[in-house]
């Protein structure tokens, strides 16, 4: 399980929305494999060096996209992000397109909601979103 703030998941689509206006577009979530497939407004969570979320707006030469860390894969904070990350995401790097529409439209029917959390199993990623205290 992964959490992730809401208010930096907003910040990332919001981000996403601002790079996608100066720069052309979004990005695709296929890495070109897909050539005009689902370009739309998204994230990404990707797992490499911990598990982050990445907005997905093209960006101008040299300029680096927003990336929020999950609270439990951070390797900045979290010293066993390595074996975290191997248990729930896998040992593989990968990468998880989510549709920036259904997301917002999620986090609104919860507007308490802190926390949104992605649960992996093999096949499937389940969403949720979440209030702590």
């Known amino acids: 399980m992964f959490t992730f703030s809401v208010v930096d998941v907003r910040a990332v689509i919001a981000r996403g929305h601002t790079d ?8 695709n979530p ?7 497939k689902d370009e739309r407004h998204g994230l990404w969570i990707v ?4 598990v982050y979320v990445l907005s997905n707006g093209k960006l101008a030469e040299g300029q680096r996209a927003l990336a929020v860390y999950a609270d439990e894969c951070d390797p900045k ?3 066993d ?3 975290y990350k191997r248990r729930y995401f896998g040992g593989d790097d990968g990468i998880v397109f ?4 259904r997301l917002e439209a999620m986090l609104s029917t919860n507007p308490e909601a802190t926390h949104l959390r ?9 969403r949720s979103v979440i209030t702590r205290s």
């Open 98 to 101: 989510i549709d920036a529409e």
């Open 20 to 27: 996608a206006a100066a720069n052309g577009g979004f990005r």
């Open 118 to 126: 992605a649960e992996f199993a093999t096949e499937t990623m389940q």
């Open 30 to 36: 296929h890495y070109g494999l897909l050539p005009d």
């Open 47 to 50: 797992g490499d060096e911990g």
């Open 81 to 83: 992000y390595r074996d």
């Open 77 to 79: 904070t979290k010293p």
